[in-house]
């Protein structure tokens, strides 16, 4: 039964992590898209990371699991990093990570 | 790392050969979804778990099998002409 609950959660967040991305790579070519994905499922693993069991299951484990990524997350700074643009790899390090943690404390501290 | 590895390889591979819906599946579907940064960032904040270290060590890892797998990936898969 748990892992249907990470199943259908898995199934609703990767395409609305994909669906977030594609819309927001219309406007820029920075991956503006994967880091709102990251604080926003930083943040909800941190409210749903004390709840029941199923919830657990349903939204820190399947739906944040499936809604952030840390693979597009390290080739986005690789691949500014190959291509020189350093301002943008350290950035999009640093603020990644630095919002994310803070939206996960915030998560914990309201669950 | 598997998913970093993976997506890596597949990356390279709708660089040289295009994107199909099978790539397009494998990359932003299945390994973007098998890797987490929501995990990463909340288990940063347990000590228990590791804490920063285990932050540093999944940066570290994610960076050398980059290093590795795409100069790989890049040197296996040709450009099609």
Not at chain 1, 74 to 84: K, P, Q
Not at chain 2, 3 to 26: F, K, Y
Not at chain 2, 34 to 57: H, N
Request: aromatic share 12%.
């Amino acid at each position: 039964m748990n892992t249907l609950y990470v199943i259908l959660g898995a199934a609703i967040g990767a395409p609305a992590r994909f669906a977030i991305d594609q819309y927001i790579r219309r406007f820029t070519r920075l991956p503006y898209g994967i880091f709102l994905v990251n604080i926003l499922g930083s943040f909800l693993l941190g409210v749903t990371f004390k709840s029941s069991e199923h919830m657990h299951d349903l939204f820190a484990i399947g739906f944040a699991g499936a809604f952030t990524t840390w693979s597009t997350f390290m080739l986005d700074i690789f691949l500014a990093y190959e291509l020189r643009r350093y301002k943008e790899a350290a950035l999009n390090l640093t603020l990644s990570l630095g919002f994310g943690i803070v939206a996960a404390w915030c998560g914990l501290q309201l669950a | 790392m598997i998913g970093v590895a993976l997506a890596s390889a597949l990356l390279v591979l709708m660089e040289r050969r295009g994107v199909t819906e099978l790539r397009h599946l494998l990359l932003p579907g299945f390994c973007a979804g098998l890797t987490t940064f929501s995990a990463v960032t909340a288990q940063s904040l347990e000590p228990r778990d590791g804490g920063l270290v285990f932050l540093l060590q999944n940066l570290i890892f994610s960076v050398v099998i980059i290093l590795i797998v795409l100069p790989l990936a890049r040197k296996i898969i040709p450009v099609r002409r």
